[in-house]
């Protein structure tokens, strides 16, 4: 049950598009289509941004959109923001009916 | 309004037992499966327990499984997360969490979280 793989930082000015990437196995992100991703603000609880891949909650920016290919998901911000700037994690089921965050990624606009 | 409000967290010894709780409000709670998820200071999320809605299956990560045990209520709407042989390690802010659907899949609301700082 080890952690998805997420860069620590990724960085971009706003209007810019950047995309985090999020690398499992077979047994976490590439077996299964429950991909989510989660920001959280400083002392702040998770939020959900992106379910079940590429699917947004309601009251989620569509600048937010979500994709995965083999064992790696990706999470797309467009138009960056100020708001923006935050950590990002995601999360897969997990072979063995257990569940899997990311080692998470520290998104700052310049 | 859909709620959740853990409470529970404290300091306790290495060897020690605690027991948090969730109140959950706003949601239909029985229909819904919870977890738990933790958050060591400065760290990552990372996945603790799961319990069906009904109750009747339990889900725990490798790291806590033979020491927590997570159980609901449905007729008081509240999850709890038992901790025992507690250790420094498991020192963390921890949140319950609501999957958005019956069963597996996301979590799309969370409390704000309770504190266990495991230390003598």
């Known amino acids: 049950q080890s952690a998805l793989t997420q860069p620590a930082s990724v960085s971009g000015s706003p209007g810019q598009s950047i995309t985090i990437s999020c690398t499992g196995t077979?047994?976490?992100?590439?077996?299964?289509?429950?991909v989510s991703w989660y920001q959280q603000h400083p002392g702040k609880a998770p939020k959900l941004m992106i379910y079940?891949?590429?699917n947004r909650p309601s009251g989620v920016s569509n600048r937010f959109s979500g994709s995965k290919s083999g064992n790696t998901a990706s999470l797309t911000i467009s138009g960056l923001q100020a708001e923006d700037e935050a950590d990002y994690y995601c999360?897969?089921?997990?072979?063995?009916?257990?569940?899997?965050f990311g080692t998470g990624t520290k998104v700052t606009v310049l | 309004e859909v709620q959740l409000l853990e409470s529970g967290g404290g300091l306790v010894q290495p060897g020690g037992s605690l027991r948090l709780s969730c109140a959950a409000s706003?949601?239909?709670?029985?229909?819904?499966?919870m977890t738990w998820v933790r958050q060591a200071p400065g760290k990552g999320l990372e996945w603790v327990s799961a319990?069906?809605?009904?109750?009747?299956?339990?889900y725990y990560a490798d790291s806590v499984k033979g020491r927590f045990t997570i159980s609901r209520d449905n007729s008081k709407d509240t999850l709890y997360l038992q901790m025992n042989s507690l250790r420094a390690e498991d020192t963390a802010l921890y949140y319950c969490?609501?999957?958005?659907?019956?069963?597996?899949?996301?979590?799309?609301?969370w409390g704000q979280g309770t504190m266990v700082t495991v230390s003598s």
């Open positions: 969490g609501k999957f958005i659907g019956p069963t597996i899949g996301a979590f799309d609301i």
């Open positions: 706003g949601f239909s709670f029985s229909s819904y499966a």
């Open positions: 319990i069906s809605g009904s109750g009747s299956r339990a």
């Open positions: 077979s047994s976490d992100v590439g077996g299964y289509n429950f």
């Open positions: 079940d891949v590429g």
């Open positions: 999360s897969s089921f997990s072979s063995g009916d257990k569940g899997v």
